[in-house]
C-alpha cells in the first residue's frame, strides 16, 4: 500500500457543518475512490480553523493551500484539478479584501499573519475524534511527566509562575487557585471544567472542546493531580451536541489507554472525568451556581465566601476552571512557565482567544498574545469594517463588558487595561459595531438578554434588571425624559454596587459605557430635553452636571 | 492495550507521527527542503504519479523530515516528464527531468541525503517567474 502523500483537511466545526461541510467530505471521498486515490490522499475532519466567516474551509497539506467557502460540488474540481493535477483552484483561494489579492497560504492571510495559536493549537490541525493524532502531537505527555516526575506542589509552581489567568473572565490567577484548593484538609476534592459558554457572540470553549477534546481532559487530570482530586466534571450546555459527543468519544478513547482512570501512567494516582449537561442559564457560568446546577439544584449563586475551593461540590473543595484555561496547562508543562510567561504584558500573560462577530469583515475566532491592541484586532485581523462603514464601537466581554470606542483603540489589551475603560476581558467576546448601530438599542438589547437571564436569587438582579431594560424600552419609545434619564443612571449604578453575583454586578455595564462615550444618542430620543427641570438645554458637554 | 509508561506512550506517538507530520510539514514553510513534482497529463501519463508516491515512501521510510513531497501543475518540459523540482532553502532550485519512479532513489540518496545534485538527470533550463 502506498503511503498518504496528500491531506485534505476539511473543518468540522459547527459553522462549517452547517455550510455544508459534511456533503464536501462525503464528496471528496467518494470522488477520490472513484479515480483510484483513496489510498495515497486521506481526507482528514479536523476542529475548527477559526476562519468562521469563509467557511467550509479546505486546507490541502502538505501543499499549504488554504480553500474558502467550498460547496460540495467544489470536491470534483479540488482532486480533478489539484490533487490529480498538482494546479490549484484558483477560484476557491481567499482573496483578499483590500488589495484583491488571491492567497493561497494561511499564513500569509492578514488574518493569521498577527495570531499565535497556544489554545488553539490542534484545531485545524487534527482530527479531534483520534486520540492517535493527539499524541502523535505530544499529546498526554505532559499529563505523564507530571504524575511520574513531578510533585504536585511543583505543578502549582509551574503554573504559578506561568502567570496564566482564568481565561473565563474573572482573570483570578489558575495556579494560585489550585494551590489554595491544595491546601484544603479533606479525602475528597473535585474539579471542574466550566464549559457553560454563554456570551452571546463567543465561541471559543466550543471550539476547542469540538477541535481538540483531549487537551482539556488531559489539563484537567493534571489539575486533579496538583489539587488532590481524583473526580473530574465537565458542566457542558445541552446546546453543544457536537462538542458533547466529541468529548464522549474522547474519553472513551482516553479511557481504553488507561490514561484516564485507575493508576494513570502506574502511578497511584486515578483520575476520571464525567459530563454533567446545562440547560444553558447564562448564571450558570457563575461557579457557585454551576456547582448548584451539578447538584440538581436551581442554578443559582451562593454567598461567597465560603468559596469552592473551600466549601464546592457537596460541600467539598472543588476547582472551578474554564475551558480555555485547561486548553493553555499542557503547553505551560511541555513548554516551561517561562517561554509562557514571556509572552504578554506584565499583568496578563500568555495569549487570549477573541470570537469576532457583528460589523467586521473576517467573523471568527482569533488567538492573539496579550498586549495586542484593538486596532490591531479588528483593523489587521478582522479586515475592518464592510462595506466601507465606519466603526463606532466594539463591545468586549460579551453583556458583562462594556464599549469601547476610538479613542481606546490603541491601548493593549489586557485584563486591567479593559476594566480601565469601563469594559472587561469576559470570556473574549467581540462585537463590532458600525455608524449605523443605534447605541442605546444596543444597551437595551444586552439588559433584555441580562433581564431575562438573571436567576432571581437577589433584588437588585430580579427587579433591577428588569426595571433598567423598562427605561431603556420608553427611551426608545421616545416617551422618556430627563429625569427618566437620571433615574437610569441612578438605577445602573446601584444595580451594579448591590447585586450578589458577577452576572448582575456586571448587567448594567453596557448601560454605564455607552451613557458615558454616547451620551448625545441617548438625548435624542428625550422628548423634553430643551427644558427639564428647568436647567437649560442638555449637550454631550455638560453631561456630568446632570448626574444625580 | 494501557499505557503504563510515558515509553510506551512514546511508542504510540511514533507509531503515529507520519499522520500528522504530513500537515505539520505545510504549516513550518521556510527551513524545509521541497520536492515539486510536476502532475500535468503528460507528466502523470510519464509515471508522475509513481514517482511522488515513490518519494512519500522513500523519505518516510528514511525519517527525512526535514522534507515536503508537493504535486504542482505543468513546468512545461513535456519532453522530459516526469519533472521533479527540488528547492534547498538558500540555494537554486534544481530542476530534474525523465525522473521515473526507479530515479527517485538516486535523489534522495545524492541530492537531499548528500547535498549533491545528481548531474545526470538535471534539465539545464534557465527562467525567471514573474
Known sequence: MAKVRTNIMVCTGTGCLANESEKVIRNLEVILKARGYAEEVQVIKTGCFGFCEQGPIVKIEPDNVFYVRVSPKDAKDIIDEHIIKGRRVERLLYVEPKQKEKINRQEDMPFYKKQLRVALRNCGLINPEDINEYIARGGYEALGRVTTEMTRDQVIEEVKKSGLRGRGGGGFPTGLKWEITKKQESDVKFIICNADEGDPGAFMDRSILEGDPHSVLEAMAIGGYAIGADKGIIYIRAEYPLAISRLNTALKQARELGLLGKNIFGTNFSFDIDLKYGAGAFVCGEETALINSCEGKRGEPNYKPPYPAEEGYWGHPTCVNNVETFANITPIIMRGAEWFASMGTEKSKGTKVFALAGKINNVGLVEVPMGITLREIIFDIGGGIPNGKKFKAVQTGGPSGGVITEEGLDTPIDYESLLERGSMMGSGGMIVMDEDDNMVNIAKFYLEFTMDEACGRCVPGRIGTRRIFEILQKITDGKATMADLDALKQLAYMVKDSSLCGLCQTAPNPVISTMKYFWDEYLAFIKDVDHPRGEGKYTAENKAEIKS | ?130
Open chain 2, 1 to 130: 492495550m494501557t499505557v503504563k509508561t510515558l515509553d510506551e506512550l512514546r511508542k504510540i506517538r511514533e507509531e503515529h507521527l507520519d499522520r500528522v507530520r504530513l500537515r505539520e510539514d505545510g504549516e513550518a514553510a521556510g527551513d524545509k527542503i521541497e520536492v515539486l513534482v510536476g502532475m500535468s497529463t503528460c507528466g502523470i501519463a510519464a509515471g508522475a504519479r509513481e514517482t511522488v508516491n515513490r518519494f512519500v515512501d522513500l523519505l518516510a521510510k528514511e525519517r527525512l523530515d526535514s522534507v515536503k513531497v508537493v504535486p504542482v501543475g505543468c513546468i512545461g518540459y513535456c519532453h522530459s516528464e516526469p519533472t521533479v523540482q527540488v528547492n534547498v532553502p538558500g540555494q537554486k532550485p534544481v530542476i530534474y527531468g525523465n525522473v521515473k519512479e526507479n530515479k527517485v532513489q538516486e535523489i534522495v540518496e545524492k541530492h537531499i541525503k548528500g547535498g549533491k545534485p545528481v548531474e545526470a538527470l538535471i534539465l539545464h533550463v534557465d527562467f525567471k517567474r514573474p
